[in-house]
T-cell receptor, first 111, second 110 residues
Framework: EAQVTQNPRYLITVTGKKLTVTCSQN?????MSWYRQDPGLGLRQIYY???????DKGDVPEGYKVSRKEKRNFPLILESPSPNQTSLYFC??????????FGPGTRLTVL | RKEVEQDPGPFNVPEGATVAFNCTYS??????FFWYRQDCRKEPKLLMS???SGNEDGRFTAQLNRASQYISLLIRDSKLSDSATYLC???????????FGAGTQVVVTP
């Protein structure tokens, strides 16, 4: 089944404790992206990647890192999480055309 | 000003009725446009692309007005299952960038 998976789905952590949210797709897509969704603000792009070893900042990259060592994986790293990073996070992939396929989301709470 | 703006709603619609709503975008050079559907904080899913000539998919009709910089979505014969948040998505110039509106909530009532 073609899909985008994210882990963990839910995470409660404390300020400053490094965490990684994994994202994996099995559709051989070149393009992958991370978004955060907050009430009233919609989806905002954090980082995206056009292919392996090619990443670029989106609209809200501060406080986040990404890597793209393999085509299928695009982890999101929070080196020192803060409460303002409490949000719902989505990973997405596409073949560079139009439709983006989203993962199920990761609900992160930073205390 | 937000780059993609939507009326948040909610639009309360009786079952069987028609509902329509718009989305405005600020970048006149935007190339492609989409409507996504999102159910209760689940992942967004593509509903339909929006073409310059307008397009229809069953009960759903999408229109693009480049002169006024808005796209619209019309739902005919609303079903209870149409209750969701509809996200407007715009692809401005520059690869990899998609901009999402905050969504319009539609609630279809029996």
């Amino acid at each position: 089944e073609a899909q985008v998976t994210q882990n963990p789905r839910y995470l409660i952590t404390v300020t400053g404790k490094k965490l990684t949210v994994t994202c994996s797709q099995n559709m051989n897509h070149e393009y992958m992206s991370w978004y955060r969704q907050d009430p009233g603000l919609g989806l905002r792009q954090i980082y995206y990647s056009m292919n392996v070893e090619v990443t670029d900042k989106g609209d809200v990259p501060e406080g986040y890192k990404v890597s793209r060592k393999e085509k299928r994986n695009f982890p999101l790293i929070l080196e020192s999480p803060s409460p303002n990073q409490t949000s719902l996070y989505f990973c997405a992939s596409s073949s560079g055309g139009n439709e983006q396929f989203f993962g199920p989301g990761t609900r992160l709470t930073v205390l | 000003r937000k780059e993609v703006e939507q009326d948040p709603g909610p639009f309360n619609v009786p079952e069987g009725a028609t509902v329509a709503f718009n989305c405005t975008y600020s970048n006149s050079a935007s190339q492609s446009f989409f409507w996504y559907r999102q159910d209760c904080r689940k992942e967004p899913k593509l509903l339909m692309s929006v073409y310059s000539s307008g397009n229809e998919d069953g009960r759903f009709t999408a229109q693009l007005n480049r002169a006024s910089q808005y796209i619209s979505l019309l739902i005919r014969d609303s079903k209870l299952s149409d209750s969701a948040t509809y996200l407007c998505v715009v692809n401005p110039p520059g690869r990899g960038k998609l901009q999402f509106g905050a969504g319009t909530q539609v609630v279809v009532t029996p």
